[in-house]
């Protein structure tokens, strides 16, 4: 059982990660950071790497990664001088989450999809949508109608609501279920797995963009709600833990947070409802960046523990293994 506490407005704004997803789902960005990932490239080795796209094609991109800092050229000097392309600090963050997609898209419901077909950008571009559009919030809390979707999510008119919908059911991210009134939609597993490179992505702009969008409550809430239903837990896990983010502008002394409030029983998680104030005993709480480091790379060293930090600690260490060690093992 999954709860959800109140109508949610769209923000006329691309929340964090979005902007990077939406680099990724443009095939050509991906590959050139995959080839690149495994050494310098002169432009015509890189291009030939890539399937000989246009000259001109392949130099937009890489001006635009250039842009980004993820991309530098070199000139390497002995012999005949001539330019490589690798990646930078950046590029390998850039990487990190290139893997969390990759990682996300072989685990397609039908069958596993590669980086850089149709078929992915597609996956992406519905996912970027859901996800500004705030369907993957609503739908990670519990089903709803379109006509209810319509009345939570009040910004975007129901045409484009309608079609967002329909492309997160032709992706595999949305199914309908049944119901005694009207068709409720609810968000897939593979959705909730998209946690993956969300959570990815923004530790990114983060770390990367100055003018990154903020880590909103309700960005937190969504990840939360969506992963904690598929997070394997060990047997031993008993209890109720809150885990809250804090808002706000960073340094403020203020006491908002936001989060969701986990119920498990016995390895088995019962529900996960959002959650405004730390009130639970048992508790893991920090800023948004912490968040995002203690849950990609299972360092929770940054938060702060109260209770029983078993029980939170495995909850933190079930969404890890969940969302980001099988992206480890992509090629």
């Known amino acids: 059982m999954v709860a959800v506490e109140a109508p949610v407005a769209e923000r006329q704004m691309l929340r964090v990660g979005a902007r990077v997803l939406d680099l990724l ?61 690798e990646l930078t600090p950046t590029g390998i963050d850039l990487l990190i989450v290139t893997r969390a997609l990759e990682g996300w898209l072989s ?14 950008k597609g996956g992406v571009k519905a996912l970027v949508g859901a996800w500004n559009s705030m369907l993957m919030r609503v739908l990670a809390a519990k089903p709803l109608t379109l006509t209810q979707l319509d009345r939570l999510i009040g910004p975007l008119s129901y045409p484009a609501l309608e079609r967002r919908l329909g492309a997160m059911r032709t992706t595999g991210l949305a ?36 003018d990154a969008a903020p ?9 939360f709600l969506l992963v904690m239903p598929i997070a394997p837990l060990p047997a031993d896990a008993d209890g109720v833990c809150m885990l809250a983010a804090k808002t706000g502008p960073a340094g ?13 029983d016995r390895g088995r998680i019962v529900s996960c409802a959002t ?30 523990i109260g209770g029983d930090s078993h029980l939170a ?10 969302l980001f060690d099988s992206a480890r093992h992509v090629a």
């Open 313 to 322: 600690c495995s909850l933190i260490r079930g969404v890890h293994e969940q």
């Open 25 to 85: 789902a443009v095939p050509l960005n991906g590959m050139i950071v995959r080839a690149l990932a495994q050494g310098a490239l002169r432009q015509s080795d890189l291009r030939r790497e890539l399937g000989n796209p246009a000259e001109t094609t392949l130099r937009g991109h890489l001006v635009r990664l250039e842009e980004l800092g993820a991309v530098q050229r070199r000139v390497w000097v002995g012999g005949p001088q001539f330019a490589r392309n």
């Open 215 to 223: 880590i909103a409550g309700v960005d937190v809430e969504a990840a």
């Open 275 to 304: 959650k405004r104030a730390v009130e639970t005993r048992n508790h893991a709480v920090g800023p948004g960046l912490a968040w995002l480091e203690a849950l990609i790379y299972r360092r929770p060293d940054r938060l702060q």
């Open 107 to 120: 685990r397609a419901p039908q069958e596993p999809i590669r980086l850089g077909t149709v078929q992915a």
């Open 252 to 264: 403020s002394t203020g006491g908002h947070h936001a989060g969701v409030e986990v119920t498990v």
């Open 175 to 210: 199914e309908a279920t049944p119901g005694p009134r009207g068709t409720p939609y609810t968000v897939t597993r593979w959705a909730r797995l998209a946690a993956g490179p969300i959570i990815a992505a923004a530790l990114f702009e983060c770390l990367h963009m100055a």
